[in-house]
């Protein structure tokens, strides 16, 4: 009776182990990794210009060219900074690091950052010259608005906002 139990054992550690090298080797070769969605917020910014402004189809076009360039020029400089904190948190480890050089690190962070808040406030102001009515640059002021403020919160509370 011993050995049967044993066997039976035996086999159920087998074909759990089977079971999860299955499903092991399906995540890792058969089922393909959900495509990166980055297109997100461009996808909604098209539709919020086209629903909330009222542009045409040829000012999205012009609106998807200005975009394309935009990130472009942007995400260097995202890794650039991404780069620089990266150094300045590598000071964690260093016991002697003093808050000269940490104020150094932070401010060359902040510069970085500036570039890149100037850099966006310059592709909407190119985005805005595409309205072509005032009525348009009056909804699209309003949009922006908005999409400052749900900017400034976490993302549980902006998912709140989009409920009101």
Request: aromatic share 10%; hydrophobic share 35%.
């Amino acid at each position: 009776m011993n050995t049967s139990k044993n066997k039976s054992l035996i086999f159920i550690i087998i074909f759990l182990l089977l079971t999860n090298i299955g499903v092991l080797g399906y995540f890792l070769w058969f089922k393909k990794p959900p495509q990166k969605v980055d297109n997100n917020r461009q996808n909604w910014m098209m539709n919020a210009l086209q629903k909330d402004v009222g542009f045409t189809e040829e000012q999205v076009a012009q609106y998807k060219q200005l975009n394309d360039d935009h990130w472009k020029k942007i995400k260097p400089m995202f890794e650039d900074i991404r780069k620089s904190k990266d150094s300045l948190f590598k000071l964690l480890s260093d016991e002697t690091v003093n808050d000269s050089v940490i104020n150094i690190k932070t401010e060359v962070i902040a510069q970085k950052q500036k570039a890149i808040d100037v850099q966006a406030f310059n592709n909407f102001k190119k985005i805005r010259a595409l309205c072509t009515t005032q009525e348009q640059r009056v909804k699209y002021d309003s949009l922006i608005q908005r999409l400052m403020r749900k900017m400034g919160k976490p993302r549980g509370e902006q998912k709140k906002e989009e409920k009101k």
